[in-house]
């Protein structure tokens, strides 16, 4: 059976990315490409590589409104709250707080740079050796 392995961001303001996703939510820099005289830099997220790639100063941003592709990918969390809240002082917008769904599941969006959708996800009850 197929996993996910990466997960590839286009950006309007790379280093701006790279604070959000390296120093706000905590991914581990791996290493920093140069393809097509673009640079790309990788992060880790458990076995999950979240690539972060430059998009060209001439290149139109996509439309959102109306879009049927991505909508938004998650991270999975420890402790929900704690999270969200560390993120709020860190100025990020929360889109939805902390609430609980079904099948022990805790989940929150918030919202990265370029108007990325991300899902924060906790595990309870049994659920959460996952």
Request: proline share 5%; hydrophobic share 40%; net charge negative.
């Amino acid at each position: 059976m197929p996993s996910v392995g990466q997960i590839g961001i286009r950006c309007t303001d790379l280093q701006e990315s790279l604070r959000f996703y390296r120093d706000v939510l905590g991914l581990q820099e791996f290493t920093r490409l140069q393809i097509d005289g673009g640079q790309v830099i990788i992060l880790r997220a458990g076995p999950v590589d979240v690539e972060l790639i430059e998009a060209s100063p001439t290149e139109e941003p996509l439309q959102v409104e109306g879009h049927c592709g991505l909508h938004h990918f998650a991270f999975f969390v420890r402790n929900i709250n704690d999270m969200v809240m560390n993120l709020k002082e860190k100025g990020v917008k929360i889109l939805s707080e902390p609430r609980e769904a079904p099948r022990d599941i805790w989940g929150a969006f918030v919202e990265g740079p370029d108007g990325a959708r991300i899902e924060l996800i906790q595990f309870t009850g049994e659920r959460v050796g996952r």
